[in-house]
């Protein structure tokens, strides 16, 4: 299929360890946004790439989340020194232009278990 | 945080009725998205509505901007089994957010025994 991907689907880590969440978005999509989802609750967001470009992280919880999408392209989520509050799912969505009318197209998540 | 609000909060249904639900906001949203969320999977657009007073259907579903721009409804007729899952309504952040989203408390449809 032609969908957004990410992976792995599922990360369970200690905490302290370091974590690297993957999203392959549609081909040719320009926008790439991160949502963090916890149990029971809507996604939020936290941040967005226009291309390579980090244009808002303002939804990042901490300097301990860190994203990059260095060719436009694929991206990672990072997030050091894992908290038990950072469990949750991990979206990825991506959309053709990032006009505001634009669909974003989400992939399954990553579920994210900290013990 | 989050700054819509869903009701109901989760609801049940028997073949064959007609659900309805309802988003409210404190703010005032230029665009009104529905989204259907399945277990492990990512959210998916139902409905996507742009004008206020708009009234927007996708088979089954009917969806109406409210005219304050402050809500927004989703009908759903003759539901199927299919129509079980996580509601969303969702929308571009009301004041300088670009194209992020802000997404709803969510309506969970379960099927009635």
């Known amino acids: 299929g032609a969908g957004v991907s990410q992976s792995p689907r599922y990360k369970v880590a200690k905490r302290g360890q370091d974590v690297a969440l993957r999203c392959d978005p549609i081909s040719g999509h320009v926008s790439l946004f991160w949502y963090q989802q916890a149990l029971g609750q809507g996604p939020e967001f936290l941040t967005y790439f226009q291309n390579e470009a980090q244009l808002d992280k303002s939804g990042l919880p901490s300097d301990r989340f860190f994203a990059e999408r260095p060719e436009g392209s694929v991206s990672t989520l990072k997030i050091q020194r894992t908290q038990q509050e950072d469990s949750a799912v991990y979206l990825c969505?991506?959309?053709?232009?990032?006009?505001?009318?634009?669909?974003?197209?989400f992939g399954p998540g990553t579920r994210l278990t900290v013990l | 945080g989050q700054q819509l609000n869903q009701s109901p909060q989760s609801m049940f249904i028997q073949e064959g009725e007609d659900v309805s639900m309802n988003c409210t906001s404190s703010?005032?949203?230029?665009?009104w998205l529905w989204y259907k969320q399945d277990p492990g999977e990512g959210p998916v657009l139902l409905i996507a509505l742009y004008k206020a007073g708009e009234l927007t259907s996708n088979g089954r579903l009917t969806a109406q901007f409210g005219i304050t721009r402050k809500d927004s409804f989703l009908n759903i007729s003759a539901s199927i089994p299919s129509d079980v899952g996580i509601y969303f309504c969702?929308?571009?952040?009301?004041?300088?957010?670009?194209?992020?989203?802000?997404f709803g408390t969510g309506t969970q449809l379960k099927v009635e025994l």
């Open positions: 969702a929308g571009p952040f009301p004041t300088g957010g670009g194209n992020k989203l802000t």
């Open positions: 969505a991506s959309s053709y232009r990032g006009h505001s009318t634009d669909t974003q197209y």
């Open positions: 703010s005032i949203f230029n665009t």
